[in-house]
Each structure stands twice: as structure tokens, then as C-alpha cells.
């Protein structure tokens, strides 16, 4: 196959070609209050031709990787069709590497009846809490085969594995639905979704709690944040700004973006890496061939770099950082995030909390979104905090606020940096990829939240 | 197909083919230029048994033996659900237009063509616009055998256009944009540059507006993501089963104004969520949803009618799994108020055009909460500019329980969508200006 690939990438005419060949197995289960109401095996293959011309690209989808050298041709044909400028591109050293995964615990060899039993088990003890009208689990695991050759002579063949599990619990009464949800994932070590029995009856337990909860009065609040949370809010907040694919060609977004620029006290550092290992959004290689590195993103406060693909880092005269991925073969890699994360301090949370006269301790994320400038994040619980003390139980509350101003209002950091595998990110019609966020608990001055 | 299901009628009491092939090109206009040409070409196939009285399942993208795939399903089927249903072998299906020869006739050029008009027109009423556009073109086959001898075929062209712009004014950040999809090839630009347009009017100062309950007119993009997402939730079947639904025990009842009507409909012409039979092979249909603000029905898959003892609504969609209730076009009546009329109406008040984040809420719920990404600041009867910082914050069935008015005019948004304006009295706003 290797000498196929290399072979059907010789002698064309374009200034960049890689091929992208994937093989997966993955299973799903999925409950529904007391019913198991799918389980399903998944197997796909395929592959993706992309090429460069002049600035303009090509890329060719497909299940079959019959004929690759005409569909090599095709992607090319296309980005003569595209290109009238100079491709910017930044150079990789050819390299050949086959890149396997060890795990633990792997998914595969986990028999479908013991993961039954587990999940069984987890659903009984969300409905057997009283009021709880339903639950809601949903897992999945996958097994992939990716093989990357490029025109510059690179072949690298990576294997990943990645788990993923959310668990919710739905509380009804009165007409009043309620729910919690609990997401978790691992690069493949099925242990890490084990043992959650105590995790379980607990968010079962909250999700009762909020049919009593009052709703938040809209407004203006110091907000402290657990940190899941807080991991949520420093992807959407400040991690997708730091994607260069959305400023590389923005004269106007890199007069704001521009490196040197203050953005937060001296405290304040955020990191994004897939080279940070076990994790996640944990890769040797991107899906361009770039190894994979650790960014800071931000350092003491100041804008230091940002994530970048191949084109957008020769763009702008920066350093790949190896951030260039594709969900699967059905698209071309864009600049994503990895593993995300605020670096901690030296703050307890009693610290962060006890001169609080009033504010909203928000903790556990439901989900997030950005437009760049105005970002909104959700948390699954809250609380009112009055004189420095947690006061009573919230419904979940909708944070907003403006990066530009957020980040400089964060003026607490604590010492209990938690990083949160569950979920995934979107962005463009890519959903969900694999990545983790994290942060230790993180308090900031003013902060919009919606309510009543 | 025919092997699979040859080789699956050996080991299951029942068993079904469904297979989809597509073949899209997509061109992606990037910072107002033509960045890359796209061609995908896809072909997804899954199996559906019932072994034992238990469903099991596999799917395969792009080729797999057979025997492979059967093996696949057979290990599933002891641990999946009881089937209460049975492969439909239905007489007739209804013809529904979704294929349109001329789809083939839309060569790349004239798609570069397209983008090139739409970025052009727009720029050159606000020169400093950076634009994304992509325009869409492509044709889906879907195939569905079953072991009681039902047996459904169509297929379906699909173009789309859309675009997104951004003006940036120092930190002050603008998203504007549009979108049209049909099975008719959409030739012409100048819809979507009128809508961008009129936004960027509308946005052109920034204006504060305060904290505290107003009237909110919601635009048809911003029906579709406030309001949405928690009634979809609400009317399917399988929730309502779950009893997650709050309208589980409220059919026949009047749960909604009067003047809100809502449905269900995969058989209008040329539509893109339409379909001549869902992707079980049940024949699609239209189902009223509410009617005259009354819950009339919910929409069902197979195997949740059955549980629920009625009958599939012709709405089971597949999304990377089994078949499970779906919405295809959604359709909320129009009513008699024009929306210049509306925000003559309004002293003081917010027009939604699009909100961000709404679907995070708590939507079993009904309640959405998000952040007014476009929406302009209504005073004295007048649209005076565009709100920042703003959160609206409500609940879907307390907001639709009494509507002040209908729109009169309807338009499609998102491609499933079609409602007039929705003007409500009283919603939370909440702004840091404010």
C-alpha cells in the first residue's frame, strides 16, 4: 500500500499533495430511561486527496481507494481551478513514522456484555432516585487507522483510540423537567468510564434538586468558576480567537490580535498542546505531518502565539504548531484546539470565595459557543454566593461576555488545575472532535448572565 | 443490498437494506475569494435484524463483505431492544418532487459566477466586509429493502448558497449573513445580498438598551434559533414516551395562542428535508403539530409508535445510527400582521434576528437563554440600531402561550424552516450597557 500511495503521488504538477487513507471500528450504546435502545457496530473506510495550486486548494473525498492517482488528478485539476496567487506553505521535514497506541484497557477487547453491565448498573442507580422521570446514556468507542502521505515524501501511520460517555439524568415534576448531565472520555483506556457509581448517584441527587431551584435574576456578576467550567470558558472564550485560520487573512482581527497585546494580569497563563501526553486531544503527528507541540497561548498576561496550520502559519510568518485536523476523512484538516487549559496559581477556593458579598459560583459545563468577540457558556449547576459563603441551589444559568473585556476581569486563579475529558468541539460542519480543557477554579470580576 | 439482505433473511426472522450514496461538490469563497473546490463522494450501508425478537444493528461507510456486515448486526441483536414493530410493505408511496434535472446543468464556473455576484453586490455596499461564501451542488440516492418485501427508492438534488460576512470596527465585531437551499438550483444571488444588506443597515450604529422585561419581536432566523430546538425536543415521540417531554399528557389540550400553528411536512416540493418515504420506508406525510395552539400530535419513528401504541408519522431520520423521530420541514402558519406594523407597535423594545447559545439551555424544559449576536434596539416604533452585550432569557411555552402577533409573511431559514415573525409582549433582556 505504501509504494500504491507513493507511487500515485509522483510526477504531477502542484506545489503540495497529501493523501489521507482511514480505516475505523466503533461501537455504540445508547439507553433511554429503562430501555438499552441501541447498540450498533460501525465500521468505515475511505480516504482524502488534497492538493495545492497557487494558493488554491483541491480535496477529493472517497470510500473507494481504487484509481488514487485519478483522484490525485481531480484535486489537482480543481486547484488550478482555484489558484491565481503563491502558495504559502511552511516547510515539514520528510519523515517516515508507524505510531501505535498502548492502553491499559482496550474498548475493543471489552466484551459488549461487560459493557452492558456496566451502564446497567449506572442507569439503575439514576432511576432509582426519587423523581427522576428518565435518564439518557450514550457511549461510544472507536478504533482508527490513519495513514498520511504527503508530496513532500512524509508517511506516517498513526493508530488512535478514543472513548466517549454521557450520562444525564432527567427529573420531572409538575410539569417542570430538570436535568444534569455527566460527560467523560479517554484516549482509550475504558477504566477511566469504571467506578463512577458514586459520581452517578450524586448528579442523579442534583438533578432532583434543581425542580425546587430558583431561576437567576439577569445581570452583571462576580462569578466564580469550578474548574470544568472554567476549562469550557477559556476554550470558548479565548481558544477559538487563538485559531490563526480566523485572523490569517483579517487584516483588521491581527491589529487586534497582535502578539505583545495585554490581555490578562500577570497571573494569567493558557496553554494549548497535543504534545501534553494522555490526554484526549494527546497526538503525535496532526493531520499535516507537523508533530505536535505546547503553546502558550497566553504568558503573564500577554498574547504570545496561537495555533496554526501549515498555510496560515507561512501566512503570517509564524511557527507551525501543529494544530491542522480533520475529524475524519470526509474533510480537509483546519486549525483546532488540543488539550486547553489555564495554568493554576497559588489560590485556595475558600481564598477565591470569602470576599464575595454576592455573586454565582456556576460549576459543570452543558455547553458552549463563540462568535470570536461574544462568547456564551453554560454551566449544568449554580449557586448564589452571599458573604463568602455558598448560599442556595440555582437552575443551570447561560454566561455571556466579550472576550476582550473578560479576560483582563479575571483577577483570581486557583491551585487545583482539573482537566475535564468529556465532550468534543466543533467548528465549520466538524462535531465533535476529541479534545480536553481545563483549568483550577477561576474567579471574574463582571459577568453577564441571563435569568429572569 | 440484495446479498446482504439474501445472507441476513438466513439468520434473523426479519432484516433491512438502507443505503445512501452522494455526491457533492462544494466551492468555499474565504476572506471574499475563491479558497478551495471540494468533491465528495460517499456511500453508507446499514443493516437492521430482528433475531430472537431483538433489534441489532450495523453499518458500514464504503465497502464490506457482506458476511461481514451481517456478523456485525448478529452480535448486537441479543443485547438490543425488544422489536415491537414490523418492516412496513407499504402499496403506494406519494410521488414527491426532490430531484431536478437541471442541477446537472449548474456547471463549476457558474457557481464561481454565483459567489463571485453575491461577495461583489455586497461589497459594494459596505467595501470593508470580509465575506465566507459557499455554494453547494449535489445529488443523493437513497435505497431501502426490507424482508417483507417492501421496497423504496428516490432520489434527491440538493444546491445550497450561503454566506456569512464580518465587519470589524476596532474590537466591535459584526456577523451578518444568509443562506438558501433547495432541489432546484439556486441561480439567483440577489435574495440573500438584500437580507445582508438590510442587517447591515440595520446594524450600522450600536445602540444600549436597558435591563428589564420589553417586547421582543423574534425574526424568522431568530424563530429558528431561540424557539426551536426546545419544540422539536418537545413534540418527538420519543420523548413524550420518556415522559421527558412536558407536553407528555397535554394532547387535545390548549397549550399555545390560539393564532400559533405548527407542522410537520415532508411533502412539499423540491424542499430539501423532503422525502417520498422516511429512511424506514414509511410514506412521509404532513402532521399538524399544534393547531390553533392546540397540541394535535407528536412525530414518530417505527419502533416509538409502536411502543406508544400509534402510528409512525413517516419521521424516522437516521443520524449515524438507528432510525429514531426526526422533523423534516417545520412550518409555522402565518398570521395577519405585517412586521413593519409589528415594530410600529413598540415603544420600547428588541428585535431578534439571530441568538447565540439558546440551544444550551435547559430545552426539555423550554427555556432558552443566549446572546443576542444580531438584534436591533426598537424605540418609539422605530428600529434605531444595533444592541451588544445583551442576553434574552425565556421560556418557550410561557412566551408562546400568549402572542401579541403572527407575522404575515413567511420565509424559509436554515433550509427546514418556514415562519413569519413572532412578536411577543414581555421577555427578559439583560445588557451591560444597560
Known sequence: MQDKIANSLKGHNADYIEIRLEESKATRIIYRGNRLEEIGRISSMGGNVRALVKGGWGFVSFNSVNKLRDKVELAINQAWLVGKETSKFSQSEPLTDVVTVEIEKNPMAVPLASKKKLFDEYNDIILSTPKIQTSNIGYSDSQRKITFASSEGTYIEQAKVDISLRLAAIASEDGQVQQIGLSLGSQGDFSAIEGLQEQVKQMAQRAVGLLSAPQAKGGEYIVVLDPVLAGVFVHEAFGHLSEADHVYENKRLQDIMVLGRKFGDKHLNIVDGAAVPGLRGSYKYDDEGVPASKTYLIREGILESRLHSRETAAIMGEKPTGNARAINYLFPPIVRMTNTYIEPETLSFEDIIS??????????????????????????????????????????VVLSGNVFVTLGNIDAIGNDLQMNQGGGCGKREQSPLPVSNGSPHIRIRSCLVGGS | MEDILAQAKKVAEQAEVFQVS??????????NRLKQIQDKESTR???????????????????????????????????????????????????IDTFDLQIDAVAIDDMVELGEQLIVKIRQHTSDILCEASISRGVASVHIINSEGGEASYNKSLFSLSFEGVLIKGEDMLFVGDSHSSCHPVLDFRPIAEEVIKQLELAKRNVSISTKPMPVIFTPHGVASSLIAPLVSAFSGKLVFDGASPLKDKLGEQI??????????????????????DDEGVPSQRTPLIDDGVVSHFFYDLQTAALANTQSTGNGGRHGGLPT??????????????????????????????????????????????????GYKIENGEMTGRVKDTMVAGNVYQLLKQLEAVGSEARWVEGFLLTPCLYCSSLSVASKAG
Open chain 2, 256 to 277: 399555545f395562542d390560539k393564532n400559533f400553528s405548527l407542522w410537520d411536512d415532508s411533502t412539499l416540493p423540491y424542499q430539501v428535508a423532503s422525502y417520498p418515504c
Open chain 1, 355 to 396: 470576599d464575595i458579598k454576592e455573586g454565582i459560583y456556576a460549576k459543570d459545563w452543558y455547553g458552549g459557543t463563540t462568535s470570536l468577540e461574544m462568547f456564551t457558556f453554560s454551566a449544568a449547576e449554580a449557586y448564589m454566593i452571599r458573604n463568602g459563603k455558598i448560599a442556595e441551589l440555582l437552575r443551570p
Open chain 2, 325 to 374: 423521530p426526526s422533523p423534516s420541514s417545520l412550518v409555522i402558519g402565518k398570521g395577519d400582521i405585517s412586521f413593519r406594523d409589528m415594530v410600529r407597535d413598540i415603544k420600547e423594545g428588541l428585535v431578534v434576528e439571530f441568538l447565540m447559545g439558546a440551544e444550551q439551555g435547559n430545552i426539555l424544559n423550554g427555556d432558552f437563554s443566549g446572546n443576542v449576536l444580531l
Open chain 2, 45 to 95: 450501508t446499514a443493516l437492521r435484524l430482528i433475531k430472537g425478537g431483538k433489534v441489532g444493528f450495523a453499518q458500514a461507510s464504503g465497502f464490506i463483505e457482506p458476511g461481514m456486515l451481517v456478523e456485525m448486526a448478529v452480535e448486537t441483536c441479543q443485547f438490543g431492544m425488544p422489536a415491537k414493530f414490523n418492516f412496513p410493505n407499504p402499496e403506494v408511496y406519494p410521488k
Open chain 2, 22 to 31: 452522494s455526491k457533492v461538490t462544494t466551492i468555499h469563497f474565504e476572506a
